[in-house]
Nanobody
Framework: QVQLVESGGGLVQAGGSLRLSCANSGRTSSTGAMGWFRQAPGKERDFVAAINWIGSITAYTDSVKGRFTISRDNAKKTVYLQMNNLKPEDTAVYYC??????????????????????WGQGTQVTVSS
């Protein structure tokens, strides 16, 4: 139904940029609101950014505001995370998520990490100092 596949991770120096992509390879064209989470070694999976179904409203955790931009192209069934001015503390495995019950960023965030229906396999982002 919904199958999410992330790409674009890698190793970058502090101050550099990466763009992550999350493509829905499933049969359904609708994924509702979508978002990105990250998990550093030994830590919980944390919210990074979310975007509503039509791509008009976004939400970010405070630590990435002004540096990261989430966007989506529904024709390509893909959501992106542009990450600029990367810092070593951004190092983590990044996961995209979706839930057909959520159309707004508020609904997506209310469902939360433990309730979201669909997850990608994760992509590693490593920022060296």
């Amino acid at each position: 139904q919904v199958q999410l596949v992330e790409s674009g991770g890698g190793l970058v120096q502090a101050g550099g940029s990466l763009r992550l992509s999350c493509a829905n390879s499933g049969r359904t064209s609708s994924t509702g609101a979508m978002g990105w989470f990250r998990q550093a070694p030994g830590k919980e999976r944390d919210f990074v950014a979310a975007i509503n179904w039509i791509g008009s409203i976004t939400a970010y955790t405070d630590s990435v505001k002004g540096r990261f931009t989430i966007s989506r192209d529904n024709a390509k069934k893909t959501v992106y995370l542009q990450m600029n001015n990367l810092k070593p503390e951004d190092t983590a495995v990044y996961y995209c998520a979706a839930d057909l019950r959520a159309f707004t960023t508020a609904q997506f965030m209310d469902i939360g990490t433990t309730g979201l229906s669909y997850w990608g396999q994760g992509t590693q982002v490593t920022v060296s100092s």
